[in-house]
């Protein structure tokens, strides 16, 4: 396992570097690392670290969640309003409804296969989007519209609510029955982990200010609280619904708001941990990829993908109606969209796994999106933010 771990790191950090150098995401470096290492090609890893696959990729996941968190001011959120709420679910459904009007067609499968293919594609992925944003947070731009935030906060709430979905879906495939109740766990769960982060962020802060400790303590316990809140989510999944993820988020938010100093050097604790955690995290979702299916994928399922990405920028831009954004800012927030990774390496296996008819389909196409649109939504946000959003300089205000 120590010795997977070097690999994972030297060959993630290096391959990583090359890309950079080359003007592309480092992140592309680091998923071909793990497609080159993974069971699918050299199989260089040890079998427990694929094991833990899933739980290491949760814990990079929250690190990035929790530094957005530290760095989201919820009055730039305000100030969003309305296209803030509807970033988080419209352009997901347009995905959907997409592949539900191109994958029948194309495939031949049943509209509720193509529905549950759709939920799988539609989630954008926290893990491309937000270190992004906070990076153009930091520097300016698009602070005068709230663009970065309003990416940021879509991102995170835009996963749940696929989720949900995803879940109503498939056991709707096993006989089960898609019903009213179903539907309700998305708002419940989005207001739930608010609230449990808000209180735990609020808590706290009291307890911050009461006992002196180095900020590294601090980082441990928040980080391990962190780890409780997606345990408390899996405990209570199926009897209330509550995002962990958001509960996370929200812990930040609320830091940021009340105790805004310790939160400025939280965020520089957790920049230097995202360095380790973004090549575990990108180097495992590739090591996830079985690139036999992604070339025997075909035409028709490169369609879906390209069809179902276009259908979310339609929804993207309908979110978008009626705001002061300009046409630069509105393709930049389009574009930023699209990235997919994390979610699909999660979910896309699953319908396979439960003996769907269709469960090879949906992972084909699943691979084919984190192949397809990680890269070219990180590039297009790397390469475009500069000159697509306007640039206010920042002075950050310690309270």
């Keep these: 396992m120590l010795t997977s771990l070097s690999i994972i790191f030297l060959l993630g950090l290096t391959l990583g570097s090359i890309f950079n150098k080359l003007k592309l995401p480092s992140l592309l470096g680091m998923i071909i690392t793990g497609m080159v290492l993974s069971p699918y090609a050299l199989n260089l890893l040890d079998p427990t670290i694929l094991g833990i696959s899933a739980d290491l990729r949760q814990l990079a996941l929250i690190i990035i969640l929790t530094r957005a968190g530290l760095s989201l001011d919820i009055n730039d959120l305000k100030k969003v309003g309305r296209p803030a709420i509807l970033m988080c679910f419209v352009p997901a459904c347009f995905e959907i409804l997409g592949v539900v009007l191109i994958a029948p067609r194309v495939l031949g499968i049943t509209v509720l296969d193509a529905a549950i293919m759709g939920s799988v594609l539609a989630a954008v992925s926290p893990a491309v989007v937000v270190p992004r944003m906070i990076k153009i947070m930091e520097e300016g731009y698009g602070k005068e519209r709230s663009i970065p935030q309003l990416i940021l906060a879509g991102a995170t709430v835009d996963d749940v609510f696929v989720i949900v979905l995803f879940t109503a879906f498939t056991s709707l495939a096993t006989g089960g029955a898609f019903t009213t109740s179903a539907l309700l766990q998305i708002p419940i769960s989005i207001f739930l982990g608010i609230i449990v982060g808000v209180l735990l962020g609020t808590i706290l802060i009291v307890f911050f200010k009461r006992f002196h400790m180095r900020d590294s303590v601090k980082i441990i316990i928040i980080l391990s609280l962190s780890g409780l809140l997606i345990e408390l989510q899996n405990i209570l999944n199926g009897i209330v619904p509550i995002s962990g993820l958001l509960a996370i988020m929200s812990m930040g938010v609320t830091i940021y708001k009340k105790y805004n100093i ?72 389009i574009l930023a969209y699209t990235p997919k990774a994390t979610v699909q390496a999660a979910i896309g296996a699953i319908p396979l796994s439960m003996g769907l008819e269709s469960g090879q389909q949906i992972l084909t196409v699943a691979v084919l999106s984190i192949l397809i649109t990680a890269p070219f939504g990180a590039v297009c946000i790397d390469r475009l933010y500069p000159k697509l959003l306007d640039k206010v300089i920042v002075s950050h205000k310690l309270h």
């Design 262 to 333: 310790l939160a400025h050097r939280l965020q520089a604790k957790y920049s230097k941990l995202w360095v380790a955690a973004e090549v575990l995290l990108f180097v495992l979702v590739g090591a996830t990829v079985d690139l036999n299916y992604a070339i025997g994928a075909g035409l028709y399922s490169i369609i879906i993908v390209l069809g179902a990405l276009l259908f979310r920028m339609i929804g993207v831009y309908v979110s978008l109606l009626k705001t002061k954004l300009t046409n630069r800012e509105r393709l930049f927030c």
